[in-house]
């Protein structure tokens, strides 16, 4: 089972935990103690948890984050989520093949009244926005109470094993985001104001101004005064041929699965979609020792910081712009993907197939806000703030800094004695929330001599760590001290700390002290699991990837006292010193093309626009074709959006179907949401005494 | 031009479609108006899907047997699945009013031909295992009551309407009905102007809306039921379930599996939510579940998937207002079905196109008996 399991990260500390041994359809397996179900069997080989009542397609992790049903397994004769359940000693976990048996019960049980809390505020959310606000609420002596669906605060921070961009004072820029998240959440522990309810899910806001939650098994009605919406945001899922094969899940599950579970979810992985979220997912993979094969992103341009693409190329991830998927090939699971060439219009060119092996496909395709909640509880008449992704998608260090906005606002309309929210707090967050700016092509400083930072960041982002940490303050932003480039002028001492803070690992030092004709540079490192040692031959590879030949290391630092990023050295000649980035990791052959696609999946007409009832694209064409526009009206049809995940997948896509087909924004009649979001065991709401596991 | 149309049907609810259908395949032009985006969008999709003939009046047990032959044979005859399912509907009894109450009832409900038997505890508990025993006298089972998707129904309903040449036109309200004398000439909406033959009144939560704009004062008042849906699973037990007991905050509730291996469930508020809203209140699933966790232990695992809230439009007495009125001559009333628009629905729909087309059977008047808008509202229905 170790096959499954990451024994060695750069970043993440490997611990080590006691075995316990559970039964998958009788067959005994080895899992580790406190982890979910879903991470137990993956770490065993096995991904199929059962097959669909409907078609009999292949079922498995999806959204790794208990907002669908597709891990359902049956864990000790009830079904569960597989993926929010933890395994425990000599649990019995069976497939769900077809529809589950509700098992039998026998005695009535007892009931406890449903306790009512009232408090000042509630939070939705302990992630980087909630967080946030919850430590400025406790400064002002406001009362809240934080509740947060997972077992550890952070929300997405705790899978962000790289280093953060935006400002060192505002959003910890250079720290990693596993460790923000710690930080952020030993203050919320620490507070006295704040109570933490983890393990709990806000089920709905109700007409009657009550919020009903689900807290560790047991519900509880919250009456807040003012919410808090730092609910974060959803994956938005993509429509294509085999879609629905095992193996095709979104970048937040797999980030989940390798960073928090520590669990090896594929060897050869595939990715679609050119954010951020998708080029960091691919970073990811590679400190997990993961194949990424390639990713692909339709638009001309990867949407993503220019830094975080430059990464993956130089490692050596083929990024297919311009390209968009055809197929995820495969009979049960993912063999391949066939992926080709668009033109400006997006059409696909005739010849441009290409078809690589892979067992993963990442779905990356953009984020939207989970908004339900706080739209619910606006329409009770409760008064709603929102921060974070919940409010805006944006990248986390933005999060941080709304969240702390947001917080102050809600203290400001608790207490009045509160001063007016600095009009430059808005200005930086609306920088931290900056899409990434224009390219420049920067030339390095024509000196050949002493030593210098050679900054290969071409592209306006907000994030300044290299000009915080030099010591010389040789380090300059041009224009904004946030968004703008940063400029090497002065006197730079070889330190090396910009080379190890810059998120971007774009900062690499040339030495020409020792040996003017043969400099030494200095590369940024962070993928452990390919040891790099002196006197190894490394492939030196310019900005994007282009190799610069083959040189031996001649200095390596254990990364210890650099937050973890090594620094590894190499003597070049002078004449592609300074153009020198990174080298290159990843084979060439990983992205080897097959001729041919693998076998087409057994289920017809399988690009599925909902994939919990299994209604695919088709049925909603002919439907739109027929002159329907109300959502509802699918709905009642196709049963679209009336499975577990309660049309949290498939809105945009039914959307995008009615879109294709010609039918105007406007046109479209937007599906009714009713409660509860997650779904609910009847006893739970019925008050059990003692709770869901009693 | 103002198109005219030999029915106008205002609603294209549970009741609204069927008509439309019924109309149209008699060959004449119908237009149904609704103020909605698409069919059956108000209280029809509210429904959970029970369809019984058990009640204790004959019009609502003759219109109800001529719904479930339409229901029970749709697939067969159109190919359209719309869910149904003749898995029977009981009543079990847990007090001695209660028992002698149904059992005095079936006798009635026999004499009109339904199949309706009295089954002891034991019997009970192999079509519904592992309900609770504590007190259970019995129960009435009738098997050939069931259930469809209203969803479906509504749907097939509506599209068979649109074959045989209804028209509907949906994001369009009621703004005004002119008349001439004892005649209604037009019905004006949001967005144009309709000349009609017939006028049918089925409104649904608005009946009284549009009542009263021909002047008729129709006594419909919505109150709201919550209902609720859960996660499939294979088949655990068959009838739909009548828990006829009174609880603080709740009367009656019900529940039972539909063939897609979903519980649906609803409880009656007690006292009466008036009104229209629909949004979901946080007294309702702690309430209805608890109730339902104790009459049936097996239900603790199930998952709520999801809860809603629509009306019955009721009337004083518990029986739907149908049929012609003496002050207009083209006027029809299809309102206050009082939650069971859905089960009368197509057997309805045939009874107007009837009374559109002076074609009605023998027993027609004395069906309409009950529903007649003239009526004395003071009386109860036997059995709700």
């Given at each position: 089972m170790e096959k499954y399991r990451l024994k060695q990260h750069p970043v993440l500390p490997i611990e080590v935990r006691s075995d316990i041994t559970f039964y998958w359809n009788s067959q005994p397996l080895k899992a580790k103690a406190g982890e979910v179900i879903s991470s137990a069997l993956f770490a065993n080989g096995i991904k199929i948890f059962g097959h669909h009542p409907k078609d009999g397609s292949a079922q498995g992790i999806f959204c790794a984050n208990g907002q669908c049903a597709k891990c359902t397994v049956i864990a000790n004769g009830v079904p569960v989520k597989s993926c929010m359940t933890e395994v425990c000693e000599n649990m019995i976990v069976q497939s769900v093949e077809g529809l589950p048996e509700l098992p039998e019960v026998t005695e009535t049980p007892n009931f406890e009244t449903i306790e009512e809390i009232a408090t000042d505020v509630l939070i939705i959310g302990g992630g980087p926005a909630g967080l946030s606000a919850a430590i400025q609420m406790a400064k002002h002596g406001v009362k809240a109470i934080l509740v947060d669906d997972k077992s550890a605060l952070g929300g997405k921070l705790v899978l962000q094993t790289h280093k953060f961009f935006g400002s060192v004072e505002d959003s910890h820029a250079g720290m990693r985001g596993i460790d923000i998240g710690k930080m952020l959440a030993q203050k919320v522990m620490q507070s006295k104001e704040i109570d933490v309810w983890m393990n709990s899910t806000a089920l709905y806001a109700f007409i009657d101004k009550k919020a009903g939650i689900l807290k560790d098994g047991r519900y509880k009605i919250v009456v807040p005064k003012i919410i808090l919406n730092a609910a974060g945001a959803r994956e938005k899922f993509l429509r294509f041929k085999g879609n629905t094969l095992a193996g095709v899940y979104g970048a937040g599950a797999f980030q989940t699965l390798v960073n928090r579970d520590l669990i090896k979810p594929t060897e050869r992985l595939f990715i679609i979609g050119g954010g951020n979220v998708g080029l960091i997912a691919g970073y990811h993979a590679l400190q997990a020792g993961i194949e990424v094969v390639g990713l692909v992103e339709a638009m001309p341009t990867c949407g993503g910081y220019k830094v975080h693409a430059d990464k993956l190329k130089r490692l050596g991830v083929p990024i297919f712009t311009s390209h968009t998927v055809l197929a995820a090939n495969g009979e049960e699971s993912v063999s391949s993907i066939t992926i080709a060439q668009v033109d400006e219009k997006f059409n696909v060119i005739e010849n441009t197939e290409k078809t690589y092996p892979c067992d993963t496909i990442l779905i990356a395709v953009g984020l939207e806000s989970v908004k339900e909640f706080a739209v619910e509880a606006q329409m009770a008449g409760m008064k709603v703030f929102a921060a974070g992704d919940a409010l805006e998608i944006a990248e986390a260090s933005s999060a941080m800094f709304n969240g702390k906005i947001a917080g102050l606002k809600i203290v400001k309309e608790m207490k009045s004695d509160v001063g007016d929210i600095p009009e430059s707090w808005y200005k930086k967050a609306a920088i931290l929330k900056s899409h990434p700016g224009k390219i420049e092509d920067r030339i390095p400083a024509d000196i050949w001599e002493g030593v210098m930072p050679i900054i290969h960041c071409k592209q306006e982002i907000p994030c300044n760590p290299c000009s915080t940490v030099c010591p010389t303050g040789s380090i300059k932003m041009i224009g904004d001290p946030i968004m703008g480039l940063p400029r090497y002028e002065g006197k730079c001492i070889g330190c090396g700390k910009c080379v190890a803070i810059c998120p971007g690992l774009a900062i690499t030092l040339v030495d020409f002290r020792k040996d003017a004709s043969v400099p030494t540079v200095t590369l940024p490192y962070e993928v452990g699991n390919m040891p790099v040692a002196i006197g190894d031959p490394i492939q030196m590879v310019d900005i994007d990837g282009n190799s610069l030949g083959s040189f031996a290391v001649t200095g390596v630092t254990s990364g210890n006292a650099t937050n973890r990023t090594q620094l590894i050295k190499a003597a070049v000649p002078k004449e592609i010193a300074k153009k020198i980035v990174s080298f290159r990791i990843q084979d060439a052959e990983v992205s080897h093309q097959i001729e041919k696609s693998e076998p087409e999946s057994a289920i017809a007409d399988t690009e599925m626009v909902c994939l919990c009832e299994r209604v695919t694209a088709g049925e909603i064409r002919a439907l739109v074709r027929k002159g329907i526009r109300d959502l509802n009206q699918i709905k009642a049809i196709t049963?679209?959006?009336?499975?577990?995940?309660?049309?949290?997948?498939?809105d945009n896509l039914l959307k995008q179907v009615l879109r294709s087909e010609g039918v105007s924004v406007e046109e479209i009649v937007e599906n009714t949401r009713r409660p509860v979001f997650v779904e609910v065991p009847m006893e739970t709401f019925a008050g059990k005494k003692g709770g869901r596991n009693a | 031009m103002r198109k005219t149309y030999d029915v106008i049907i205002i609603g294209a609810g549970s009741v609204g479609v069927p008509t439309a259908m019924a109309l149209a395949e008699k060959k004449l032009s119908v237009l149904v108006l609704d103020a909605l985006a698409s069919p059956g969008q108000g209280n029809a999709k509210k429904a959970i899907g029970g369809i019984r003939a058990t009640h204790s009046d004959y019009g609502k047990i003759k219109i109800s047997q001529r719904s479930i032959d339409i229901f029970s044979t749709w697939e067969k005859l159109h190919g359209d699945e719309i869910g149904w399912m003749s898995n029977g509907y009981s009543y079990p009894a847990y007090t001695e009013k209660d028992e002698k109450m149904l059992k005095d009832l079936m006798k009635i409900q026999r004499s009109f031909g339904l199949n309706i038997s009295w089954i002891s505890p034991e019997e009970y508990q192999k079509l519904v295992?592992?309900?609770?025993?504590?007190?259970?006298?019995g129960s009435t089972f009738s098997p050939e009551d069931g259930s469809a998707s209203p969803l479906l129904s509504n749907n097939a309903f509506y599209f068979k309407s649109i074959e045989y040449g209804a028209e509907y036109r949906f994001n369009e309200s009621v703004a005004e009905i002119k008349t001439d004398g004892n005649r209604i000439t037009e019905v004006v909406t949001s967005k144009g102007s309709y000349g009609c033959g017939y006028m049918i009144n089925a409104a649904g939560n608005f009946a009284k809306e549009i009542g009263k704009m021909v002047g008729l004062d129709l006594p419909v008042n919505p109150d709201s039921h919550e209902a609720g849906i859960t996660e499939p699973m294979k088949r655990f037990f068959e009838p739909m379930v009548v828990d006829m007991r009174s609880a603080p905050g709740s009367k009656n509730f019900y529940f039972y599996q539909n063939n897609e291996g979903q519980v649906v469930f609803c409880i009656t508020p007690e006292p009466p939510i008036l009104g229209v809203h629909n949004e979901s209140t946080s007294v309702f699933l702690p309430m209805c579940t608890k109730r339902m966790v104790a009459l049936y232990p097996r239900l603790c695992n199930l998952k709520v998937r999801r809860t809603w809230r629509g009306q019955y439009p009721m009337t004083p007495d518990g029986f739907p207002i149908i049929g012609a009125v003496k002050e207009l001559d083209n006027y029809i009333n299809a309102v206050g079905m009082c939650g069971q628009g859905f089960m009368l629905g197509p057997g309805l729909g045939e009874l107007i196109a009837r009374i559109v087309t002076d074609t009605k059977h023998a027993d027609d008047d004395r069906i309409l008996e009950s529903f007649d808008f003239y009526r004395d509202f003071s009386g109860q229905e036997l059995f709700k």
């Open positions: 049963r679209a959006g009336m499975g577990p995940c309660g049309s949290k997948t498939c | 295992p592992g309900i609770s025993m504590e007190g259970l006298r």
